[in-house]
């Protein structure tokens, strides 16, 4: 060990010659030590001998020359970070440090709205959640109004919103970076989710979470695809028919729970805090120095179902699209029911999605558990016999042709060789993927595969931007039109709050809007007009993705749909960001439109994706340690410093 | 030993000299502040401190931090009690001291030599000594080595005498050869419940998935019957046969042993898993008994474990381990001999048929149009023996009673009389089978010299013989019946002696040590050596290391008296233990259990090929045909002995 230890130290040190990195002071190295560093690590009653190496120095010594140094970069970025942000909660308090308000605690009082003295404190003590003027000045609630240096004030609605946005940031970010630590398939066997086995393996790892031993609540299920990754904690209807959660945050995090008596589980504030706090500043960073990179990055939020056509699904698929371009251009009830909530077209646009995803499955269960898509089904059947026609099988009602009545097909003709007890079926490629090379059953290689099609994704969803694009379609032709400047003009936000506006907001709206009201009925327009973008559209307040040409049928208004050859996709475009809808102070941002809250989160969505990007990461780390302006107090800190961030030092 | 801030101090200076040109500030880069590490401005201009005693204090309570401060106490520990420690066989403190001094003046030899060799000088020499054991000087460096005799010599101490309990401990049983409960053992530390088996393997070439119409060839058929031929002849040991005929490279040399097969080895499901499924559950041992508990956890099976045998997006279907055990390697084992109760047997004849046919690919000039799969070999092959769970070998003959059924395939067995000399009889003087109770009736089933009971099973290896030379259960008061012969049975701690045979404490009889006569001791050496390196090593006990450590935090000299500086240190310390004991623990039983669910899911579906597909099997009564000019057309397309291979 001791040979070792010196190797390494002669290593550092070399080089820190070679690059003229040394301290200036050589007389003497400054050491910090802690408070016992001289006394003995054991004493023994009624022993009065030495005992030799029994003093702390040596371990403390052999912690300054190994891992101290790193721990103290850590430590020093995640402070700062609190710094930036505020301590998440009273759990990631640093010994000694009392009396502040933690962003927990400053976003309960706001959520209260009774005084908000906490919040008020909480923001005067962090400037992150300020309100700043395009030249970075602190104004208050007007935008404009300039809060000299010293001067009171009291916080508005903008920087309690910052208060609000950066907690719910948080938690969505905490569920989902415990989302990401299950669904790597570890942790389940043949589709079923054991969180008792996730909970063992960060038992055994040493983690503060509740002993798994003294649970015996835990069930296996299965998490059906459209749990959100933000929805880790929340109950979910199983397909089974029971409600679960995939993970129990108490187990992890006893700090939420109500039980005051609740075993003690500190692994988010450990593990979870620092890492988000650590983006967190990579997005800060973007925030102080590098905006633009935010705010031109073309931000889309969408939602893009895509309908394949492979060879047995080609007529249902035709049919389909065509429905649900129908169903999309479906009139409003009244004459004022034109939808504005951008909230309730998104859930709107989603389930819709959704549905029509289970058609095209033909998952024959769900589709007669949905009225909507079992109307839509029959309704397509009864324009022709042979669309969505259901048929039985051993005992599996399904939809012919389509991916799930494919299915039941194989099975049942696997099943009907099966019974002929025909040696030459296990060579059948059929067979063998059924039973999955002799693994399972045929029976059972039936039902996983019916799993694998309920699981299937065939919507994307989401927030992305230029630089980071999904894969959708096989041309990258949605790619190319989505990013376009034009789609974020195109899209136009609505204030709601403010009535004058929002009347000719709405007007706009609607003179964009593909459906008409004229001589007191509602109508699609005869053809799109003029002046309409050529790559967004609205049709009912929800905006569409145009194409060139009208793929699924002449009509003009199917230009929402773009084929490429094997699949049809429509996209939805919920959101668009452009610089003025990001800027801090202006008539268009989301801000003005649809609250702080709201601009914050799309803040937050979109740095969070360019964060990731290049190579922000480490210029982030850069810029804050130069603005720490650290005072060093130990050398064996400053070298490591000196030698990782030489730039720091010029 | 040197205090790292001078050795750091002295080369910084040395670094400072070459590179003044930096030094141009009269600010230092480092200051000192009491109690702090660093102080940095935070983003809203405060000060942040990250003050000294936080940050060792987060190391402390880390795993490395642990790790450091136990090292430190144990040297501590050590260099306290040692001069204090009373114990039997122990090297006196002053014994080492002079042992120690010896040292240091041999280094100061090896540095004059060094320094003639490299044309140096003694003092570089000599620092160059010191400098790698990191020591500042001489009375440094007699530490140094005080301490690394102190150490060495008590962690020998400790393992020999506390040999008795650490081999019960890894035995899994008790004083009384009863099986120690689950819940009486050391916290978390698990029985390996060693087996020590030999065998005798066949390398077959036959695909290891194809249950029903695998093709061997003529060599391997030869040696499969050579091999079972010798092990029924009584003039023959079973360790002759292994170093004669195995084709298993590893054992063949030393006579067919595997070594010590414990819960951890790495062996093939079918023969690991398979001589517990036979010893545990096959053999009878799941009456409703106290231990049977136990009896499964020693196998890695809890009885309450289940397999996940299907799913569906409602439903999970799970099945107990030790029911599909029970169905898949004796009830759903169908072979021409009928269906099993206790466990399959092969009869010794379909041995001596695959041999003797071995080459006759043509009889009368006929071949089959199928190709080998058709050849009474491999007919036998896939009927008899392509099964991947533990079987019996009996001293059966087998006949078919008729030779136009292909549908019932029915054979007929009787018991072969080796003793009888009459020509055209197969006679062995001494044939090594015994009588046991199997699937309802006392059979003669094929056992070594000494009685001990052949287990064989089809791994994607070959074919195994098997002989447990000594099971975990044959010595222990469980009273396992099976195979155990009439010979008086030597205990397990016995069996596993850490001494040799010209030792005063050495048992006799059986043992691990022994199983070959030698006048070579080193053989006898090595194997002790075996034991007691499976007795420290971490498989065993993954906090082996820390016993020592244990053990003299409860010696009366430091018990109740020894305060830690950091109160939370001796806590973590025992916290780490406890954890490395327990996730070793629970990882293991994951591992054997997911082993067990793999075997048993693959015994499905080999189960399955087998039964559940008419024309899966070449009807047995082909290979007795085989060669009839008159029965030439059912090797024909469309024939009752025809399959599309």
Not at chain 1, 568 to 578: G, L, T
Request: proline residues 2%.
């Amino acid at each position: 060990m001791s040979t070792n230890k010196k190797g390494v130290r002669l290593a550092v040190l070399s080089v820190i010659a070679l690059l003229g990195l040394t301290a200036c002071n050589e007389s003497s190295e400054v050491v910090a030590k802690p408070s016992n560093y001289d006394d003995p690590i054991i004493t023994i009653t009624g022993n009065e001998d030495e005992i030799h190496h029994n003093v702390l120095s040596i371990i403390y010594d052999a912690m300054r020359e190994s891992g101290v140094s790193s721990k103290v970069l850590d430590e020093s970025l995640y402070r700062y970070a609190s710094s930036v942000f505020g301590y998440y909660n009273s759990v990631t308090l640093p010994e000694g440090v009392t009396d502040v308000v933690t962003l927990k605690e400053a976003a309960k009082d706001v959520e209260a709205n009774a005084g908000y003295a906490k919040a008020y404190k909480f923001i005067k003590e962090h400037k992150a959640y300020w309100y700043y003027n395009e030249e970075g000045e602190h104004v208050k609630e007007d935008g404009t109004t300039v809060i000299k240096d010293g001067e009171d004030w009291t916080p508005g609605t903008t920087e309690l919103g910052h208060v609000t946005a950066k907690w719910n940031a948080i938690e969505a970010r905490i569920a989902e970076d415990m989302y990401s630590r299950v669904s790597s398939g570890s942790y389940t066997t043949k589709n079923y989710f054991s969180e008792k086995e996730f909970l063992r393996s960060l038992h055994e790892a040493g983690e503060s979470v509740v002993d798994y031993q003294t649970i015996d609540t835990f069930t296996k299920f299965i998490i059906p695809y459209t749990v959100e990754e933000d929805e880790v904690f929340d109950l979910f209807d199983g397909y089974d028919g029971a409600q679960h959660r995939v993970l129990t945050r108490e187990y992890y995090q006893s700090s939420v729970s109500d039980d005051a008596n609740a075993p003690e589980a500190t692994y988010i504030e450990d593990e979870i805090i620092p890492n988000i706090y650590n983006d967190l500043l990579i997005e800060q960073y973007l925030l102080d120095e590098d905006v633009a990179s935010v705010r031109n990055s073309r931000a889309r939020k969408i939602n893009v179902l895509k309908i394949e056509k492979y060879s047995s699904f080609t007529n249902n698929a035709d049919m389909l699209v065509k429905k649900l371009v129908e169903e999309i251009y479906a009139l409003p009830v009244s004459a004022t029911s034109l939808e504005t909530n951008q909230e309730v077209i998104e859930e709107n646009g989603n389930k819709l999605f959704e549905k029509y995803s289970i058609i095209a499955k033909g998952l024959y269960e769900q589709i007669q558990a949905n009225d909507d898509a079992k109307q839509i089904v029959d309704d397509l059947h009864a324009l022709a016999s042979d669309i969505y026609e259901v048929e039985t099988k051993q005992g599996q009602s399904y939809y012919k042709s389509t991916t799930y009545g494919d299915l039941v097909e194989d099975y049942d003709k696997i099943e009907t060789v099966l019974a002929e007890k025909k040696f030459d079926l296990l060579s059948d490629t059929k067979y063998t993927s059924f039973t999955s090379s002799g693994t399972r059953s045929v029976k059972e290689g039936f039902e996983q595969q019916k799993i694998d099609i309920m699981q299937a994704q065939n919507i994307t969803k989401g927030w992305y931007i230029q630089s980071s694009t999904p894969t959708l379609d096989s041309n990258g032709t949605i790619n190319d039109r989505l990013f376009k400047l034009s789609v974020a003009n195109a899209k136009i936000e609505l204030d709601e709050t403010n009535d004058s506006e929002f009347a000719a907001h709405y007007a706009d709206l609607a003179k964009a809007d593909r459906l008409v009201y004229e001589g007191g009925a509602w109508k699609v327009r005869d053809e799109a007009s003029e002046d309409e973008n050529k790559f967004l559209c609205s049709i009912n307040g929800a905006y569409y993705l145009k194409f060139d040409g009208q793929s699924a049928g002449e009509d003009w208004t199917n230009d929402i749909v773009y084929d490429d050859g094997s699949a049809y996709y429509i996209v939805q475009v919920f959101e668009a960001a452009k610089d003025a809808k990001l800027r801090n102070v202006s008539k268009d941002n989301y801000a003005h439109t649809r609250g702080q809250v709201f601009m914050d989160e799309v803040i937050d969505e979109v740095a969070k994706i360019v964060g990731k990007t290049g190579s922000y990461s480490t210029l982030s780390r850069e810029h804050w340690l130069e603005k720490m302006d650290i005072k060093y107090h130990d050398q064996a800190i400053y070298d490591y410093f000196k030698s990782n961030y030489p730039d720091l030092f010029d | 030993m040197k205090k790292s801030k001078l050795s750091v101090g002295l080369v910084a200076s040395f670094i400072g000299a070459l590179a003044l040109s930096a030094c141009n500030s009269s600010t230092p880069a480092v200051t000192e502040k009491e109690g702090s590490l660093v102080e940095l401005v935070g983003y809203n201009d405060d000060t942040i401190e990250i003050k000294t005693n936080d940050i060792y204090g987060k190391y402390t309570d880390s795993s490395e931090g642990t790790k450091l401060y136990y090292d430190a106490v144990l040297e501590a520990l050590i260099r306290y009690e040692y001069p204090k420690l009373e114990l039997a066989g122990l090297k006196s403190f002053d014994t080492l001291k002079a042992e120690a001094k010896d040292k240091v003046e041999s280094s100061k030899e090896t540095a004059n030599d060094n320094a003639s060799s490299n044309s140096t000088s003694y003092a570089e020499e000599w620092q160059k000594i010191l400098d790698s054991h990191d020591c500042e000087n001489e009375e440094d460096l007699l530490q140094y080595y005080l301490y690394d005799l102190e150490k060495t010599e008590l962690s020998d101490w400790y393992a020999k005498n506390n040999i008795d309990s650490l081999k019960n401990e890894y035995l899994g049983i008790d004083e009384d050869w009863g099986l120690v409960p689950t819940a009486s053992k050391v916290e978390n530390v698990e029985s390996l419940f060693p087996y020590h088996i030999l065998h005798v393997l066949v390398t077959l070439s036959a695909d290891k998935s194809d249950y029903s119409r695998g093709t061997i060839s003529e060599s391997e058929a030869t040696k499969l019957w050579q091999v079972v031929r010798e092990l029924i002849d009584g003039s023959y040991s079973f360790e002759d046969v292994a170093f004669k005929l195995s084709d298993d490279t590893g054992s063949k040399s030393a006579y067919g042993d595997v070594g010590i097969m414990s819960k951890k080895t790495s062996f093939y499901n079918e023969f690991k898993l398979g001589i517990y499924a036979y010893d545990a559950i096959l053999s009878g041992i799941n009456s409703n008994d106290a231990s049977t508990k136990d009896i499964y956890a020693a196998f890695g099976i809890d009885e309450e474990d289940k397999v996940i045998t299907e799913t569906t997006s409602t439903n999970i279907k799970e099945e107990k381990v030790v029911d599909m055990i029970k169905e898949e390697m004796v009830t759903n084992v169908k072979t021409p001999v009928g269906a099993f109760t206790t466990i399959p047997t092969v009869p010794y004849s379909v041995f001596k048929m695959i041999g003797e046919v071995a080459k006759d690919n043509k009889i009368n000039g006929l071949s089959p149009e199928s190709g080998d799969v058709a050849l009474p070999r491999n007919v036998l092959y896939n009927q008899f023996l392509n099964f991947h769970s533990p079987f019996l070998v009996t001293n059966e003959d087998i006949a078919v009673a008729d030779l136009t059924d292909f549908v019932n395939d029915s054979v007929t067995l009787t018991e072969h009389d080796f003793s009888n000399t009459a020509a055209g009889n197969f006679y062995i003087q001494n044939d090594n089978f015994i009588e046991m109770n199997v699937n309802g009736a006392n059979k003669k089933v094929l056992a070594d010299r000494n009685g001990n009971v052949i287990i064989g099973v089809r791994s994607e290896a070959g074919i195994h013989f098997m002989l447990m030379r000594k099971s975990v259960f044959k010595a222990t008061n469980l009273s396992v019946a099976v195979g155990t012969g009439t010979k008086a049975d030597q205990s397990l701690q016995d069996y596993y002696t850490t001494s040799i045979p010209t030792d005063a404490d050495y048992p006799g009889g059986e043992t691990f040590v022994n199983m070959k006569t030698t006048n070579d001791q080193s053989y006898y050496k090595d194997r002790v050596s075996t034991i007691k390196d499976e007795l420290k090593s971490s498989n065993f006990d993954a906090a082996y290391d820390y016993r020592l450590y244990e053990f003299l935090m409860n010696s009366e000299l430091v018990k109740s008296k020894i305060t830690f500086a950091d109160s939370k240190v001796e806590e973590n310390i025992d916290e780490y233990i406890k954890l490395l004991r327990e996730t070793k623990s629970v990882g293991d039983t994951k591992s054997i259990n997911d082993s067990w669910q793999s075997y048993l899911l693959m015994l499905r579906y080999q189960n399955s090929v087998r039964n559940d597909f008419e024309d899966s099997l070449i009807p047995n009564t082909c290979a007795f045909i085989f060669g009839d000019s008159t029965k030439a057309d059912e090797f024909k397309e469309g024939g009752k002995c025809y399959v599309n291979k």
